[in-house]
């Protein structure tokens, strides 16, 4: 039975995620760096796959998407929620620093989307949903915000390519610190997640801003 996959599954908005699409029958695989904390997350979000990769990691990041699919087949929803949050301001990162970076905030949401979108348009149906930022770049947050710009783009371009065959790409731009019991507590924010899964074709929205007011 075709599941759900998150890749970059922490304690916040990435384990909410799980619970949420888990809570509807959907099996769960679990993609991330923390076996430990993969497997917090896993009891709540039973059935579920932990598999453990970097999203900076192309060759590991593939190798677990392909487990994936061989345990439930082409994912109904991929979730990319991996990211590299730092402070940062103009010129403190060297280069290097820029890139490994960009490596985690956009490279991963690129590989994981170039292995999974084209399966899903095969198919004719898919999600791939990307937690965004930043709805405006901040100068003390220089890497995360360039990241941020990053996949919002990216969603773009995959609903340009992908879209017409059926594959729904979209993301959540979480405009504040995530905070159980706030208004930015993660499973609210989850809701967003099913919501964009479950919307009709001619209904498709392309981003969720969540942001007071």
Do not use: C
Request: charged share 20%; proline share 7%.
């Amino acid at each position: 039975m075709p599941g759900a996959v998150v890749i970059g599954a922490g304690p916040g908005i990435g384990a909410a995620v799980a619970r949420r699409f888990a809570r509807e029958g959907m099996p769960i695989a679990l993609i991330g760096r923390n076996a430990g904390k993969l497997a917090e997350i896993e009891e709540a979000a039973a059935p579920a796959v932990r598999l453990s990769a970097d999203a900076a990691d192309e060759a590991a990041l593939r190798g677990a998407l392909d487990a994936a699919a061989a345990e439930f087949g082409v994912p109904d929803a991929v979730v990319y929620n991996a990211a590299l949050v730092r402070p940062d301001r103009v010129g403190e990162l060297s280069a290097r620093e820029q890139l490994d970076a960009w490596a985690v905030n956009v490279g991963g949401a690129l590989t994981a989307a170039a292995r999974v979108a084209p399966d899903m348009a095969r198919r004719g149906s898919g999600t791939f949903i990307v937690t965004g930022g930043m709805p405006e770049p901040k100068p003390e947050y220089v890497s995360l915000s360039l990241g941020k710009a990053g996949v919002r783009t990216l969603v773009a371009l995959l609903d340009q390519e992908y879209g017409p065959s059926g594959v729904h790409a979209a993301s959540v731009t979480v405009d504040g610190p995530v905070a159980a019991g706030t208004f930015f507590d993660p499973d609210r924010i989850a809701e967003h997640y099913w919501r964009l899964h479950v919307q009709p074709r001619g209904e498709w929205q392309r981003e969720i801003v969540h942001t007071p007011g």
